[in-house]
């Protein structure tokens, strides 16, 4: 059974302008149930941010920042992170260039390896979450293919994305399987039909999370965060729905 839940602050990002909303945005997440936060940004500089999570009560379970900024100044990267505390240091998806070739993509996994290579010194992990385009081919070969075998298991981890994983035809619960003991974070985001597919509340769509939590469980997912990048209105009150079906099934 999932013990604490997390939502990426992708979800109301538009609700935190300054220190102000941000301190209540923080607040009614508490209020709806929510324990952790994932960063996409941190609005107010890292030490501000960090101040008013840890004064409302959120943790912080990991963050997305940018690539180049975290190769190019590591120590500021574990600095933050520090004042975040949290050893996950993560990107939202690989920097565009590293998409346009396999020899791209290569030189991408080799960047990412010397960058947690240098932190995990120190207790941190880099970690990458995936979008649908990692399923589709760059020389013949399957963009998250490269990554599961190039990336390094003992410093790196991945933020398993399960809409993300389907929208781009992949099994989701296979490759949690796959990726076994390196999902420290896993997304979960659900997928509705309409003509197209969309993304939706947890339990308004149709991907199975009952296997998905079943394996999850198995493979010590650490962090179950639920992430919604669109919401038909306002994302709080979609954040409530999920919430309430994931306590109602599996907490």
Known sequence: ????????????????????????????????????????????????FAEIAKETGLSICGTHCGFEELIADPDKAMEEHDLLGTKNIGI???????????????????????????????????TYHNHSFEFSKVGGKRMMDVLADGLDPKTTSFVLDTYWVQHGGGDVRAWMEKLAGRIDILHLKDMGMAGSQFITEIGQGNINFDGIIEVAEKIGVKHYVVEQDTCPGDPFDSLKISRDYIKAKYM
């Open 92 to 126: 939202g998806g690989m920097p565009g260039w590293a998409r346009e070739s396999l020899e791209a993509l290569e030189k991408f996994v080799g960047q990412a390896n010397e960058f947690a290579a240098k932190v995990n010194k120190y207790g941190f992990k880099f």
């Open 1 to 48: 059974m999932i013990k604490k839940l997390g939502v990426q602050l992708y979800t109301i990002r538009d609700a935190m302008k300054d220190e102000d909303s941000i301190r209540e945005s923080f607040l009614k997440l508490k209020a709806l149930g929510y324990d952790e936060g994932q960063t996409a940004g941190f609005f107010v500089g890292a030490k501000k």
